[in-house]
């Protein structure tokens, strides 16, 4: 048995790293709901076995929820234990967790072990694990919030910065109604808190983080950090609004491949914000992009961008600020934020940089952390 702090000390030194620090025996369906890093779902039990094994477990009891259990898994053991021993290490245990450190861990262990295997099972299993990644919201940390207006480049300017953590390629969205990646969903709720903590615990000096609201997508902040963000000092870019309409077309249009989806993804999102916007104001809006897409002119797209900008982000932007005043520590263009970041994140004499000075980007890769082999 190792503790949950123990692995996830060994999580943290592998964060970066192609290795598997664990195997996960949960169903895919718990994996799917959460996870963590470097972690692979073999699962003991499929979902179905697992169901059928819960609903005997509340019907019959616990021995003949077990003995159903083996009587499933025994036909596939031996093709689970060569799956369970590709991926274990001579020179180190694998560490192994299902929900609560119980019997389909312990079972997986014997049976690598009998095998010629190690394994070592975390106690409390994932739970105590996501216990420990939830007390890290709790910590103080040292943060810096960047904010700007839409279509500064906040997420790009973050790529440069030592201890940036980038909630948006976290949570696989960019942040505003037409912010969805088309290609891949959202992460689970569990699975964006689960990295961003250890994103957090990896961290050994102050955080930059961009200035979001409570919802990226479906995805929460978690409220602690968030309190932090909005009590944070606050660096603001001023960018020009011509120079944020090229960002946009460049990132939303330009570089996306399937424009004909796009076109009917971008409309869907003027009429979710139609109502904020206006009924005339939607139209006009609408009919500008379907032009745009249409004769495929940037101009076109350009004067849809901006007017998009002036009469809907620009406006949010300025009420969120009065409605909830916040000290601005520094404010200029982009190379003067990024300067002045630059100077803020540098580690203190004696300590090591943070493993975040890598910026963790997602980008043509599904947000899904792990593997999962069922």
């Known amino acids: 048995m190792v503790s949950a702090k123990a692995a996830i000390e060994r999580l943290l030194r592998l964060k970066d790293s192609k290795t598997h620090w664990a195997i996960d025996v949960r169903s895919p369906g718990e994996f799917h709901k959460g996870s963590f890093p470097n972690s692979i779902n073999i699962p003991i039990l499929n979902d179905d076995h697992r169901h059928q094994v819960g609903l005997t477990y509340k019907q019959v009891g616990k021995e003949a929820a077990i003995a159903l259990g083996h009587q499933l898994v025994d036909p596939i053991r031996d093709q689970l234990v060569r799956e369970w021993l590709s991926f274990t290490n001579a020179q180190q245990e694998v560490l192994l967790f299902c929900w609560r450190g119980g019997l389909r861990s312990r079972t997986t262990a014997q049976w690598i072990e009998e095998a010629g295997g190690k394994a070592l ?53 960019r942040g505003s109604a037409f912010g969805g990646h088309s290609d891949f969903p959202q992460p689970s709720q569990q699975l964006f808190e689960n990295r961003l903590g250890i994103e957090l615990l990896t961290s050994t000096g102050p955080i930059v983080l961009e200035d979001e609201s409570r919802m990226i997508g479906k995805i929460v902040i978690p409220l602690p950090i968030l309190n932090q963000m909005k009590s944070a000092p606050l660096i603001k870019m001023n960018i020009p609004l011509l120079e ?74 300025q009420m969120s600020f009065e409605r909830t005043p916040r000290k601005v520590a520094f404010s200029g263009d982009r190379q003067e934020c990024e300067t002045y970041l630059l100077r803020s994140t540098v580690p203190k004499q004696g300590t090591q940089s943070s493993g975040n000075q890598k910026q963790h980007q997602i980008e043509n890769q599904s947000p899904i952390v792990g593997l999962s082999v069922s």
């Open 244 to 317: 944020r309409a090229a960002r946009i077309y460049d990132e939303y249009v330009l570089r996306e491949q399937d424009l004909d989806s796009i076109r009917t993804r971008y409309i869907q999102c003027i009429e979710r914000i139609s109502k904020r916007l206006g009924g005339t104001r939607a139209s006009e809006l609408i009919e500008k992009m379907t032009t745009a897409f249409d004769s495929g002119n940037k101009e076109d797209h350009l004067g849809w961008i901006k007017q998009l900008l002036e009469e809907y982000y620009d406006p949010s932007y």
């Open 121 to 173: 099972v975390v106690e409390g299993g994932y739970k105590a694990i996501r216990a420990e990644i939830l007390k890290s919201f709790e910590k103080p940390y040292e943060i810096l919030t960047l904010t700007g207006s839409t279509g500064s480049g906040k997420t790009e300017l973050l790529k440069n910065i030592p201890g940036a953590i980038d909630l948006e390629a976290l949570s696989y969205h």
